[in-house]
């Protein structure tokens, strides 16, 4: 039976999109051809204590782009395709992950690997992703800033690891029937799933400067942002909006800002515009910036990221 999407989900033209992507390079043991390279990767075995317990080679692509189909709304994008690889980086986004052919090991800030083929990393975690050739799957980024993303993620104070990203997903997936869902239908079973039945009524309320800083920081991204303008334009000092930033969106205002530019610069580079287009268009200084900021927060440099991506 078709699943209702979030009302937010079914205006492409409402909020904010963005594109969300991780992944991380790891270090080779030696090179097979000049795509390929092959990695050592800690093997999790299906025990109840979960201890890394061998290791197994695993050939992986050194290649970071990811190709396929990309569907975005307002606060969430879904990816289908190949998966690729990239830098390890942390970012504003709830990332559910499937995989549906091949290896997708994924390691997290303690360094700690585990091979998955479900896994929920939650937004702020500092992450990496490698795929072995023929790799494919389904991504989902929920942004952390909106209802659907603050429902699913976890205390600051609880990220977890890998252990517990894969367990979630694995959790999330075996609860959740596709049917003859749509991929976005999926998504929001998905999230439903992952939030145990809480509502939007059921989350502390964003504190109202918080609340107007979000609306008009949007339109503001063309031009230079100070933490102390913007505290001013919603009337409260800026120590305290810093603070407010960190204690509800789980990340400092400064990161904010640059992820809300490098999502505009992703939406601006999908219509085909120039690297130095976007860049300017989203409020960088050149594409040099541009190019540094995504590599830091999506592992990936903007042309991987959106090269070889059909925008739906």
Known sequence: MPYDLPSEWTDKTAGDCALFMSTASL?????T????TIFELPTVLPEDDRTPRSVRVVTMISGMTWSGDV?????????????GSAHTHAHAAVQIMIVDDGVVAVTDGNG????VRSVVIPSGAVHSLSASEGARGRAIYVDSTIGMGRRIQP????LGGVAEWSNRGRTAVAMTDRGDDSDLEYAARLVDSLSGGKQPSNLRDLHPALEHALTI?????????????TAARVSISSGRLGRIFNDQLQM??????RWLRLRRAMEVMSSGASLTTSAHEAGFTDSAHLNRICHSMFGLTPSAATG???WN
């Open 308 to 310: 070889d991506l059909t």
């Open 155 to 158: 205390p600051e104070s609880d």
């Open 252 to 257: 400092s205002f400064s990161t904010y800002i």
């Open 112 to 115: 700690h690997r585990e091979v």
């Open 217 to 229: 920081l949007p339109e503001r991204l063309s031009g230079p942002i100070t933490l102390a303008d």
């Open 33 to 36: 051809s000049a795509q390929r």
């Open 27 to 31: 270090e080779p043991l030696a090179d």
């Open 71 to 83: 569907h975005m709304r307002p606060g969430i994008l879904m990816f289908a395709g190949a998966v």
